[in-house]
């Protein structure tokens, strides 16, 4: 019974297939409506350059958030990488092979943490931490970068180790036949070979840490200044947007879209570089 | 009584291209029904490309296109009107690997019947049941029917492929070296069905084992680098062939 | 003086393990340090009361109920949409520039933070189209979220159905539709079905685009219009605000336990899938 014809089903579903690019354009056009015309108001120079935030006042300079979410990311960077391509190495390359399939799916598993929680370890476990060891409020960049960090964590580690597997085991068999050993074999040879899938995954933990939002509410302090150490309390554009939202108006709420264009353009311009990356990864295979 | 003989098939200057490659050149057969017509050749000589034009199977692949005309009954295949799902269902094909869908053996062999939104229970058991006899199958399966198709030995489910073009009830049967994977026995039970099956369908039988051809064909041809070299009837092609690269290739001086 | 590389190995595989064990180490403290404050407080009772005092006391059954239905409207939006988009990449057209730009929508869409579909619900679901902070806001911003992850997982479980499936249906005579229908998505099944499951998951722990988009409302819910929470925005509520720590940590034990056998069971899904197909 033929309700619908071969013809109509393949118009459906090239409607259907449509529903993805249709929604990214929605959302980047009404993000860009609601934020564009207050970026030529205001001035683009201004609003990136100027670290004087107070919406009170009309003043609309993000350049405070701007580092602040830089620095924070920056420090995630330094966190997560080394110890996610270290576990990555280990677990591809070292570890039995019972052991990576238990542990590395148990690490996926774990990453599904919502980050809301992260973020609260982060208030009343590792604050506190840092403020008897360090001094200061604890709520800080720090606290940031390393919550963010181990957040990313899943998702270096994840796709390092794809990555390191998909390098022929005959540039392996052949090192090892001329007498390198494991370790060797490594670093001269397989993490060259894996190298773009390792800098796409970290590519990919940097366009998450700059999206994060509910953690680094908890746990950077939210104030707003340039950070000028690693201990001071920061606010990143992510917190911005979402502690002022819900009481903002007029030329404020434009300044909060502004600065959604901001984060959407970096984070596209990420991810997009990442996705070609592991895409012509994929495909050489 | 004996089968009056006609045309079934008519392919007339027959060319195939795969992009810019020509495949089969100017190929003119005229193959005759009830009958199995064997087709040999070494690898590479274009039989499984002209074999899949014959139920435009060669239509899947992008880049591929035809000249000349290929009449059955007397009607252009490749003609823009033709309905190409009914031509399949009349021209039915087994491949060289046992594709078993993922169903039970009951629903594979009925897979084709329903599509044309014949459910009736009881017309597709006594289609079940016939098809799998006039592929000698029945026997073995009769009282598992409901396991899957997947589960039977490669010679079955080759069987089992057979049986589901026979549910069809098609004028034309295409294999394209349907014994290739398989043991002599299930062999043998393959060629015993098509024997079998001759005196109904038109068989064409795509083969790499000129033994094959030698026990069960009819009439043979013999491809050779995309051209039709030489078509006879089986007995004359093998004993004495008119082209030297016929005989060469018979009697294994190429392979 | 060089160090044999015998030992350089071995000092390579002490550090590459303890960072390995450190990883682990973190994550599994973070999870039993929720469960073990958490679980005490997690009773039946818990979950099927309704919450007093802005949540300083009571249960969770109004958030529970708004943690089910709102993934369940994104799901029912987005699987559509997401199932029909790779059938027909995978199925109905070949590389071209249009499938390109199809799959460049969908990376880019995936990689887009959840503020901003917060920001995007909040203007265009709640302010325009004047839907207020609903479920249905809510459930729309978050099926704009999971449809990447329900077109990836999809697309992949589709393209890896043997290609000789395809081959025999046609020559039986089926159309292109027949033999999706009856060949490939039954084929491809588990693999679409953990997909969707990942897109609950994805649902359940997203907290930005709740906030903006479903509100915070602590009624249970009578219709799609109402606002309403989730665990996930009910914990940040509670944490932040400081209204019941003991509240909070039970919240957080449920959505830890949700959000694991959601994922659990797309894992063992995936796995029995793969299993199978080999």
């Known amino acids: 019974m033929k309700i619908l014809s071969e013809k109509g089903v393949q118009r459906l579903l090239s409607v259907t297939a449509f529903s993805a690019i249709s929604a990214l354009a929605l959302i980047a056009l009404f993000i860009f409506i609601e934020g564009l015309p207050f970026l030529f108001k205001y001035g683009i120079k201004d609003f990136l350059l100027s670290s004087e935030w107070n919406p009170e006042a009309g003043k609309f300079g993000i350049y405070p958030m701007i580092a602040s979410s830089f620095w924070v990311m920056l420090g995630a960077m330094l966190v997560g990488a080394p110890l996610g391509i270290a576990g990555a190495i280990f677990l591809a390359e070292f570890a039995p092979k019972t052991v990576m399939h238990i542990v590395k799916p148990a690490i996926e598993l774990l990453a599904a943490v919502p980050s809301v929680i992260y973020g609260f370890i982060g208030v009343v476990v590792l604050a506190p931490i840092i403020r008897d060891v360090f001094g200061g409020p604890g709520l800080s960049v720090l606290a940031g970068a390393i919550i963010l960090g181990i957040m990313i964590l899943p998702t270096i580690i994840s796709i390092s180790i794809d990555s390191i597997l998909a390098v022929p085991t005959s540039f392996r068999e052949g090192s090892l036949a001329l007498g390198a050993t494991t370790w060797q074999t490594i670093h001269m040879l397989t993490f060259r070979a894996a190298k773009s899938g390792i800098i796409a995954s970290i590519i990919l933990g940097m366009g998450r840490a700059i999206g994060e939002t509910m953690a680094v509410i908890m746990v950077t302090g939210n104030a707003v200044k340039i950070p000028n150490s690693a201990l001071d309390s920061a606010r990143t554009l992510t917190a911005n947007i979402a502690l002022e939202m819900n009481y903002a108006t007029g030329m404020h709420r434009e300044a909060l879209f502004a600065t959604g264009v901001v984060l959407f353009i970096v984070i596209i311009f990420l991810n997009s570089i990442a996705s070609v990356a592991i895409r012509k990864k994929v495909i050489k295979k | ?255 | 003086m060089r160090i044999p590389p015998k030992y350089t190995q071995i000092g390579a595989i002490a550090i590459l393990g303890a960072a390995s064990v450190l990883t682990v180490a973190i994550l599994i403290f973070i999870i039993v340090f929720v469960l073990q404050k958490g679980l005490p407080i997690l009773s039946i009772n818990f979950l099927f009361t309704n919450p007093s005092d802005m949540g300083r006391s009571g249960g969770i059954l109004p958030i529970l109920i708004g943690t089910i239905l709102l993934p369940l409207l994104a799901i029912i939006i987005a699987a559509p949409l997401g199932i029909g988009t790779s059938v027909y990449l995978a199925e109905f057209t070949s590389e071209s520039r249009v499938t390109r730009l199809i799959r460049f929508g969908t990376d880019c869409l995936a990689g887009v933070p959840s503020i901003i579909f917060g920001l995007f619900g909040f203007i265009f679901f709640v302010t325009i189209l004047g839907m207020g902070w609903s479920i249905m806001s809510g459930g729309l911003s978050l099926a704009f979220m999971v449809l990447p992850t329900i077109i990836r997982t999809s697309e992949e479980a589709i393209r890896s159905v043997p290609k000789a499936y395809r081959e025999v249906s046609f020559s039986l005579g089926a159309t292109r539709w027949q033999t999706v229908r009856k060949v490939i998505l039954p084929n491809a099944l588990p693999g679409i079905v953990t997909g969707v499951i990942l897109g609950i998951g994805r649902s359940i722990e997203e907290t930005a685009v709740v906030i903006f988009t479903a509100g915070s409302s602590l009624l249970i819910p009578t219709s799609v219009f109402d606002s309403t929470r989730t665990m996930a925005v009910h914990f940040y509520i509670l944490a932040r605000e400081g209204l019941s720590m003991e509240n909070a940590y039970g919240t957080a034990a449920a959505l830890i336990i949700a959000v694991l056998i959601v994922n659990l069971s797309a894992y063992l899904l995936m796995h029995r899938f793969i299993a199978k197909r080999n």
């Open chain 2, 1 to 255: 009584m004996i089968q009056e003989k006609r045309i079934k098939i008519d392919i007339r200057h027959l060319n195939l291209y795969f992009f810019k490659e020509k495949i089969l050149k100017d190929i003119n057969l005229e193959i005759s029904s009830n009958q199995i017509l064997g087709i040999i050749g070494p690898a590479g000589s274009g039989k499984t490309s002209f074999l899949r034009s014959l139920n435009r199977m060669n239509e899947l692949e992008t880049g591929s296109r035809i000249e000349g005309q290929i009449l059955l009954d007397g009607i252009d295949i490749y003609k823009k009107e033709l309905n190409v799902v009914t031509l399949r269902k009349r021209v039915g094909i087994v491949f060289a690997l046992p594709v078993a869908l993922p169903m039970s053996i009951y629903e594979n062999v009925v897979y084709g019947v329903r599509l044309s939104g014949n459910n009736d229970k009881t017309h597709l058991d006594e289609i079940v049941e016939k098809s799998l006899s006039e592929a000698f199958l029945w026997d073995e399966v009769k009282d598992r029917l409901s396991l899957s198709g997947l589960r039977l030995s490669g010679g079955q489910q080759q069987r089992l492929c057979l049986a589901r073009v026979l549910a069809m009830k098609p004028d034309v049967i295409l294999l394209d070296e349907p014994c290739s994977g398989l043991d002599p026995i299930s062999t043998t039970w393959i060629e015993d069905a098509l024997t079998e099956l001759k005196k109904l369908y038109t068989i064409i039988l795509v083969t790499n084992n000129t033994m094959q051809a030698a026990r069960v064909a009819d009439t043979t041809a013999f491809f050779l680098m995309g051209e039709l070299m030489e078509v006879g009837l089986t007995k004359k092609i093998f004993t004495d062939p008119v082209k030297k690269e016929t005989n060469d290739y018979i009697t294994g001086r190429f392979g």
